[in-house]
């Protein structure tokens, strides 16, 4: 059954990244990026990458200040304690990724390819991910804040304690995605691609509701 909600729901308490008040500053153009190359307590600022190709690298309490990672292949990429600031990350490949207390705070994240990733204590706030990729992925108490995740794909995702506050859905792809106790009823959508397996449990406003009757072809008898 479906629940609906006319206020919004508790704030998410998300684990804020742990990053050191000194960083040291180094250009990704310099030192690159290669297989299993671990990254510590440093900065990345006003840089633009293309097509690079690494796996299994690690970034440990970074951050990346106005980065462009355009078509940048980081498959298995471990991200902790890491904070991305008006960076483009648009079809970069983060497919398996791990990331545990990271930001994406105003990032085009179009395309984005985090299937299979796991994430945990992140949140995405004021980002343009339309098109992003998050097949399969595994995630615990995320955020998409005034997110845009327009036609974005959640194909057969866990998703426990995620909140959708503020964000565009629109033809989001949820097939095969449990939403049960996820909060949707502050996303903006007029279509999703689910079930009503899918739903069964979801938390949605009472406009929402009318709207569903229309996506499932139901017909409400007065």
Same mark, same amino acid.
């Given at each position: 059954?479906?629940?609906?909600?006319?206020?919004?729901?508790?704030?998410?308490?998300?684990?804020?990244?742990?990053?050191?008040r000194?960083?040291?500053?180094?250009?990704?153009?310099?030192?690159?990026?290669?297989?299993?190359?671990?990254?510590?307590?440093?900065?990345?600022?006003?840089?633009?990458?293309?097509?690079?190709?690494?796996?299994?690298?690690?970034?440990?309490?970074?951050?990346?200040?106005?980065?462009?990672?355009?078509?940048?292949?980081?498959?298995?990429?471990?991200?902790?304690?890491?904070?991305?600031?008006?960076? $483009? !990350? #648009?079809? @970069? *490949? /983060?497919?398996?990724?791990?990331?545990?207390?990271?930001?994406?705070?105003? &990032?085009? %994240?179009?395309?984005?390819?985090?299937?299979?990733?796991?994430i945990?204590?992140?949140?995405?706030?004021?980002?343009?991910?339309?098109?992003?990729?998050?097949?399969?992925?595994?995630?615990?108490q995320?955020?998409?804040?005034?997110?845009?995740?327009?036609?974005?794909?959640?194909?057969?995702?866990?998703?426990?304690?995620v909140?959708?506050?503020?964000?565009?859905?629109?033809?989001?792809?949820?097939?095969?995605?449990?939403?049960?106790?996820? $909060? !949707? #009823?502050? @996303? *903006? /959508?007029?279509?999703?691609?689910?079930?009503?397996?899918?739903?069964?449990? &979801?938390? %949605?406003?009472?406009?929402?509701?009318?709207?569903?009757?229309?996506?499932?072809g139901?017909?409400?008898?007065?």
């Amino acid at each position: 059954m479906l629940s609906t909600s006319r206020t919004t729901s508790d704030s998410l308490k998300i684990t804020s990244p742990k990053i050191p008040r000194q960083l040291e500053p180094i250009l990704l153009t310099d030192c690159g990026i290669e297989d299993d190359a671990c990254f510590r307590q440093v900065i990345f600022q006003d840089e633009q990458i293309s097509y690079l190709n690494a796996n299994k690298a690690l970034f440990d309490q970074t951050v990346f200040q106005n980065v462009t990672l355009e078509h940048v292949s980081l498959k298995h990429v471990e991200l902790t304690d890491v904070v991305f600031n008006h960076c $483009d !990350l #648009s079809n @970069a *490949d /983060f497919s398996d990724a791990i990331i545990h207390r990271a930001q994406f705070n105003h &990032c085009k %994240i179009l395309g984005l390819d985090l299937t299979a990733a796991t994430i945990r204590n992140t949140s995405f706030n004021h980002c343009t991910g339309d098109y992003a990729a998050l097949r399969f992925a595994n995630m615990k108490q995320v955020s998409f804040r005034s997110t845009s995740l327009l036609k974005s794909d959640f194909y057969h995702s866990e998703l426990y304690k995620v909140e959708f506050d503020e964000a565009i859905i629109d033809q989001a792809q949820f097939s095969g995605t449990k939403l049960a106790g996820i $909060d !949707l #009823s502050r @996303a *903006d /959508f007029h279509n999703l691609g689910c079930t009503l397996e899918d739903l069964k449990g &979801c938390i %949605i406003s009472p406009a929402q509701a009318i709207l569903f009757t229309k996506i499932f072809g139901l017909v409400v008898k007065e």
